[in-house]
Structures are given as structure tokens and as C-alpha cells.
């Protein structure tokens, strides 16, 4: 496994993260008319069962790997569902209350988020044994993760004019699934 090729996967992982703290709420608000207290409820509630799912995965993982499963399927198995959830979350099904379009693509966009770094970062760490190998792999793969920090902050200044605007909104989050999208395909 080259360095590089592991470490651009990266991009994409934050790429789709970034929006996850910072737009969900103006967007959902802005796009949807829903209320922000109830977003802010949702986001707690998503976030509260993320925060104690991890260990579940991991264990889960473990679990995976025994069964002959390795951390690189693990990882293409995430990225699929991943990438779905990320577009549902920002293209919400019209025949389903937003409520529910919000809260079960934002849990599954944490759940296969969780489930890809897991197995994402134990990959980089288990590929060598030694010290400044390992230290290689993750200098690459956090200075390269920075392209998709920068990106998914860059976007919506680059496709929205007017901060209210919903169809722009709409428009840049479109343009963001399919750089996502061509990301994870890279």
C-alpha cells in the first residue's frame, strides 16, 4: 500500500465532516424552515449516541476482522453508505417529515463515519511496526486531510451570494455530493 493512496482517502472523510458541525443548522433552518431548537435537539440526541456507539463498533470491528474481513473492506463497505447518507442528509426525501429526513441521514452519517475512521486509522496504524513509518503515514494523511477541510469551508463561500438564500444552499450542497462523491472515487 502506497502512502499516498492511503492517505487520500482523507480529503474525503473531512470533507464530508466539516459540514456536519458547521451547515447542518443553517441549512436544515434556512432550506426547510425548521425550527433551530428542534435541530439543536436532534443534533444533541444524534451526537449523544454517537458518542457511546464507538466502543460497539470497535468491538464490531474486531469481530469483522475475525471473521477474515480486512481493515481495507471494511473501509470500502463504509465509504457506500457513507456517501448516501451524506447526500440524503442534503437532498431529504419531499415524502418524509423533516424531522425524520434529518435525524436518520445524520445518524447514519455518524454511524458509517465512526465505522470508517475506525477502521481507516487502525489501517495506517497496522500496515508497519515501525515508529517512523507509522509517523510517515499519519503526517501524510492529516497534511492531505487539510485539502478537504479547506474545500468543504471554501464551498459554500464560492456558491452562495446571499447567506439565506435556500436554492443556493441547495445548489452548493448538490455541487458538494458530487465532489464527495469523486473524492471517495479517487
Given amino acids: 500500500m502506497s502512502i499516498l493512496g492511503y492517505a487520500l482517502l482523507a480529503p474525503s472523510i ?9 451547515y447542518i443548522p443553517k441549512y436544515y433552518h434556512v432550506v426547510f424552515g425548521l425550527n433551530l431548537g428542534t435541530i439543536g435537539i436532534i443534533l444533541l440526541i444524534v451526537r449523544s449516541i454517537d ?6 463498533l470497535g468491538i464490531g470491528v474486531d469481530k469483522l476482522l ?4 480486512t ?11 457513507f456517501v ?9 426525501p419531499q415524502s418524509i417529515a423533516i424531522v425524520v429526513s434529518l435525524a436518520i441521514p445524520l445518524f447514519s452519517l455518524h454511524f458509517f463515519d ?5 477502521a481507516y486509522l487502525v489501517l495506517g496504524a497496522v500496515v ?7 509517523t510517515r503515514i499519519t503526517a501524510y494523511r492529516e497534511g492531505i486531510k487539510v485539502i478537504g477541510i479547506i474545500l ?18 441547495v445548489e452548493s450542497f448538490t455541487v458538494a455530493t458530487y465532489i464527495l462523491t469523486l473524492l471517495v472515487g479517487i
Avoid: G, M, W
Wanted: cysteine-free; hydrophobic content about 50%.
Fill in 14 to 22: 473531512a470533507f464530508a465532516q466539516l459540514p456536519l458541525y458547521l
Fill in 51 to 56: 458518542a457511546l456507539k464507538d466502543p460497539f
Fill in 66 to 69: 475475525q471473521a477474515k474481513f
Fill in 71 to 81: 481493515y481495507r473492506q471494511i473501509v470500502i463497505f463504509s465509504l457506500i453508505p
Fill in 84 to 92: 448516501i447518507s451524506y447526500y440524503y442528509l442534503f437532498h431529504p
Fill in 114 to 118: 465512526s465505522l470508517l475512521i475506525i
Fill in 128 to 134: 508497519t511496526v515501525q515508529y517512523l513509518e507509522r
Fill in 152 to 169: 468543504a469551508a471554501l464551498l459554500p463561500a464560492v456558491f452562495i451570494q446571499a447567506e439565506d438564500d435556500s436554492k443556493q444552499l
